[in-house]
């Protein structure tokens, strides 16, 4: 009996540590994302033909990563909410980018067209602009943090 609880605690105690190396990618439809994550593409990209969807796991992380015909990447974390956005052909919706966000860009860089990629995490937004130019912005105040030409 003694034996047999010894493999079981080994079992429990070596599991985690094994499931902390496991990667792998799967293919999945707009259905078979978090529910948040559909929201926002009926919300901002209720035409965008779907082209790929993918689930990103690592160990027991997730994220989706979502690309659309005109070469829109949307990658969204387990929850659903937003990552990173990056348009190719033209700018992000004007209704996903915080107005204060919005208001720097077109006082500062007004030969800007648009903003053409966005990432998010919980102290940072960084956005990209046509000409290359990355701008970091508080994802709580909004307040410009960095430029990079």
Do not use: H
């Not at 929201?39 to 997730?62: H, N, S």
């Not at 006082?107 to 290359?132: C, H, K, T, Y």
């Amino acid at each position: 009996m003694k034996p047999f609880i010894i493999a079981i605690a080994a079992t429990l105690c070596t599991a985690p540590a094994l499931a902390d190396g496991i990667e792998y990618d799967k293919a999945v439809s707009m259905d078979r994302l978090p529910r948040r994550a559909q929201t926002f593409l009926q919300r901002y990209y209720p035409d965008a033909v779907w082209l790929t969807g993918k689930k990103e796991i690592d160990g027991i992380e997730a994220e989706y990563r979502v690309q659309f015909k005109d070469g829109t990447i949307i990658e969204f974390r387990r929850n659903g909410k937003w990552k990173k956005i990056s348009q190719r052909q033209k700018p992000l919706p004007a209704s996903l980018v915080p107005e204060p966000i919005q208001d720097f860009i077109r006082q500062n860089f007004p030969q800007a067209a648009g903003i053409w990629s966005m990432e998010q995490d919980r102290r940072e937004i960084e956005v990209r602009l046509p000409d290359g130019r990355e701008c970091t912005f508080s994802a709580k105040s909004y307040l410009p943090m960095e430029i990079d030409y």
